[in-house]
């Protein structure tokens, strides 16, 4: 079933309400919402000369329009190839001609980073506008296995890689997301206050099937005191934040003057919440948080911690990702393969149809990572006596000093515990004798600074002496990636050039 009959669907039973707002201001209903997208597709088969298969980009900010573009994309039975509009223009080239897009939906701002061989539709814009002039199309017959979306990696290293994400997939995404994460309803709200080229994006299809609303923030990104006026003017109002999304609003200045009643739930994820940020943040919104745990190939569906476990979890609990999300096997691995038993640590794997079925023109990485069926998330963890998995780190980013392992995110989590350390991250760095030595990245909160003594004795007084940072380098600010994501590739980098 095309992605697209879910609009269809939505159009027919809840056709005058409203589908998708800007701001405050209501943008589409749902039988506008379908027509301009049914247009719009029939444009891309007509005039753009496209069939079945071929690959259209989007590289705009989040505007109304983008979620009419990739539905006009799914009608014409086309593949979506969103694109982070904050990406280099390097990278961005580099997406476009990996994936083969032939046509670009494009804001009028990044117009000049497509290449020549790109024919662009400006949007919004005449253009734009053009395509709504024909008649409408039905949906395109696709089959399950049919690719919807080529979601490029966020690369933390090496080039970006497209998952290729299915019509099938993506449907069985949507329904655990009512099964295991939130109930979304008609008269909710989604938020997207992230990149609809990556998980908020991915949380559309929850909406369309819901027949709930789409709310584009109208200054087209993440603004924290923008998010509290709307979430003040939406009643259930829903959104999906990165974890440093959520920190933002909890250390915004408009926190506290915000009245949040009528959210519903920020679930968050995409990378690790720190217990710290997870209770500031649970002071703030109340027991109106849960988190997902996914990867662009296993989108936003490998592991659920829904709102109803926060509720007077303990702190490992809050520090794990959840359960098992129902349409997936988890399971956590040794370096040859074999199942590990509860309480060992090991790499992550996960089967089931939401998975990707490879990388696109990559059969090299896509036979690394799909292993007899199975993604292998290059993610560490380990479950407990009742299913919950606890991650550790990226498989590459492990520090091993003296023989041992240790794992950064739990030397983070202890150095966050000072009041005047705002972020912070823990790499390890060659050493002739350890084999590597725990170095500690730390963002000290304005106006303070925390004393490396001060530091070690927290570790000491939490975590073994070995896993405590020999070194400590204070920085203005962590280097990240697009979404957030902190790149401990740069911080390695600094460490190997002094
Ligand atoms: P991407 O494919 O860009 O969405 O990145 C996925 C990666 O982000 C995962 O493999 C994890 O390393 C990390 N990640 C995603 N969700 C979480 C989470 N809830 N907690 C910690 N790390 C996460």
């Not at 992230?194 to 559309?204: C, K, Q, T």
């Not at 939490?462 to 940072?469: D, L, M, Q, S, V």
């Not at 400590?472 to 990240?480: G, N, Q, S, T």
């Given at each position: 079933m095309n992605l697209a009959q879910l609009l269809v669907r939505a159009s027919a039973i809840w056709p005058d309400a409203p589908a998708i707002c800007h701001g405050t201001r209501q943008h589409a209903s749902y039988q506008q919402f379908v027509h301009r997208a049914a247009c719009a597709g029939g444009s891309l088969l007509r005039e753009h000369g496209l069939a079945r298969g071929d690959r259209v980009a989007l590289l705009m900010q989040n505007r109304p329009e983008y979620l009419e573009a990739l539905y006009a994309i799914w009608f014409a039975g086309l593949v979506a190839v969103p694109i982070n509009a904050r990406l280099h223009k390097r990278e961005c080239a580099y997406i476009l001609e990996d994936s083969g897009a032939t046509v670009c939906f494009v804001s009028p701002e990044l117009e000049a980073y497509l290449p020549e061989r790109v024919s662009s539709v400006v949007t919004p814009g005449p253009a734009w506008r053009d395509m709504q002039a024909g008649s409408p199309i039905d949906a395109a017959a696709v089959?399950?296995?049919?690719?919807?979306w080529l979601f490029y990696t966020s690369g933390t290293t090496g080039q970006p890689k497209g998952a290729m994400l299915s019509h099938g997939g993506l449907r069985q995404m949507t329904l655990s997301f009512f099964v295991d994460v939130e109930q979304l309803l008609r008269d909710d709200s989604v938020l997207h206050a992230a990149p609809l080229s990556h998980g908020s994006g991915l949380y559309n299809f929850a909406a369309v099937q819901a027949g709930a609303n789409q709310v584009i923030p109208a200054s087209g990104h993440f603004d924290p005191g923008e998010v509290f006026g709307l979430i003040e003017a939406y009643p259930g109002a829903f959104m999906f934040a990165a974890p440093t999304m959520v920190k933002k609003l909890v250390e915004s200045p408009d926190a506290a003057r915000a009245d949040t009643g009528n959210l519903k739930n920020i679930v968050y994820g995409g990378g690790p919440m720190y217990l710290s940020d997870l209770k500031a943040a649970m002071a703030l919104f109340g027991n109106k948080l849960g988190q997902i745990y996914g990867q662009g190939e296993s989108p936003m569906t490998i592991t659920t911690l829904t709102r109803t476990m926060h509720r007077d979890a303990s702190d490992a609990r809050l520090s794990s990702v959840g359960v098992a999300q129902s349409v997936v096997e988890v399971k956590v691995v040794d370096e040859a393969g074999g199942a590990l038993p509860e309480g060992a640590v090991g790499e992550i794997c996960v089967r089931g149809e939401v998975v990707m079925s490879g990388y696109w023109n990559n059969p090299e990485a896509t036979a690394r990572t799909l292993v007899d069926g199975w993604l292998h998330t290059g993610d560490m963890g380990s479950f407990d006596e009742h299913g919950f998995l606890t991650l550790k780190d990226r498989v590459k980013d492990v520090i091993i000093s003296g023989g041992s392992n240790i794992y950064p995110r739990e030397v983070e989590e202890v150095l966050l515990l000072n009041p005047d350390v705002l972020e912070v991250s823990v790499v390890g760095h060659p050493h002739p004798e350890w084999g590597e030595e725990v170095v500690a990245f730390v963002v000290a909160r304005a106006g303070s600074k925390p004393g490396e003594a001060e530091l070690d004795s927290l570790c000491l007084d939490h975590i073994a002496r070995f896993k405590r940072p020999k070194r400590y380098l204070f920085l203005e600010a962590l280097p990240k990636n697009n979404y957030g994501k902190v790149l401990k590739t740069e911080l390695r980098k600094i460490l190997a050039d002094q």
């Amino acid at each position: 079933m095309n992605l697209a009959q879910l609009l269809v669907r939505a159009s027919a039973i809840w056709p005058d309400a409203p589908a998708i707002c800007h701001g405050t201001r209501q943008h589409a209903s749902y039988q506008q919402f379908v027509h301009r997208a049914a247009c719009a597709g029939g444009s891309l088969l007509r005039e753009h000369g496209l069939a079945r298969g071929d690959r259209v980009a989007l590289l705009m900010q989040n505007r109304p329009e983008y979620l009419e573009a990739l539905y006009a994309i799914w009608f014409a039975g086309l593949v979506a190839v969103p694109i982070n509009a904050r990406l280099h223009k390097r990278e961005c080239a580099y997406i476009l001609e990996d994936s083969g897009a032939t046509v670009c939906f494009v804001s009028p701002e990044l117009e000049a980073y497509l290449p020549e061989r790109v024919s662009s539709v400006v949007t919004p814009g005449p253009a734009w506008r053009d395509m709504q002039a024909g008649s409408p199309i039905d949906a395109a017959a696709v089959g399950k296995d049919d690719i919807a979306w080529l979601f490029y990696t966020s690369g933390t290293t090496g080039q970006p890689k497209g998952a290729m994400l299915s019509h099938g997939g993506l449907r069985q995404m949507t329904l655990s997301f009512f099964v295991d994460v939130e109930q979304l309803l008609r008269d909710d709200s989604v938020l997207h206050a992230a990149p609809l080229s990556h998980g908020s994006g991915l949380y559309n299809f929850a909406a369309v099937q819901a027949g709930a609303n789409q709310v584009i923030p109208a200054s087209g990104h993440f603004d924290p005191g923008e998010v509290f006026g709307l979430i003040e003017a939406y009643p259930g109002a829903f959104m999906f934040a990165a974890p440093t999304m959520v920190k933002k609003l909890v250390e915004s200045p408009d926190a506290a003057r915000a009245d949040t009643g009528n959210l519903k739930n920020i679930v968050y994820g995409g990378g690790p919440m720190y217990l710290s940020d997870l209770k500031a943040a649970m002071a703030l919104f109340g027991n109106k948080l849960g988190q997902i745990y996914g990867q662009g190939e296993s989108p936003m569906t490998i592991t659920t911690l829904t709102r109803t476990m926060h509720r007077d979890a303990s702190d490992a609990r809050l520090s794990s990702v959840g359960v098992a999300q129902s349409v997936v096997e988890v399971k956590v691995v040794d370096e040859a393969g074999g199942a590990l038993p509860e309480g060992a640590v090991g790499e992550i794997c996960v089967r089931g149809e939401v998975v990707m079925s490879g990388y696109w023109n990559n059969p090299e990485a896509t036979a690394r990572t799909l292993v007899d069926g199975w993604l292998h998330t290059g993610d560490m963890g380990s479950f407990d006596e009742h299913g919950f998995l606890t991650l550790k780190d990226r498989v590459k980013d492990v520090i091993i000093s003296g023989g041992s392992n240790i794992y950064p995110r739990e030397v983070e989590e202890v150095l966050l515990l000072n009041p005047d350390v705002l972020e912070v991250s823990v790499v390890g760095h060659p050493h002739p004798e350890w084999g590597e030595e725990v170095v500690a990245f730390v963002v000290a909160r304005a106006g303070s600074k925390p004393g490396e003594a001060e530091l070690d004795s927290l570790c000491l007084d939490h975590i073994a002496r070995f896993k405590r940072p020999k070194r400590y380098l204070f920085l203005e600010a962590l280097p990240k990636n697009n979404y957030g994501k902190v790149l401990k590739t740069e911080l390695r980098k600094i460490l190997a050039d002094q």
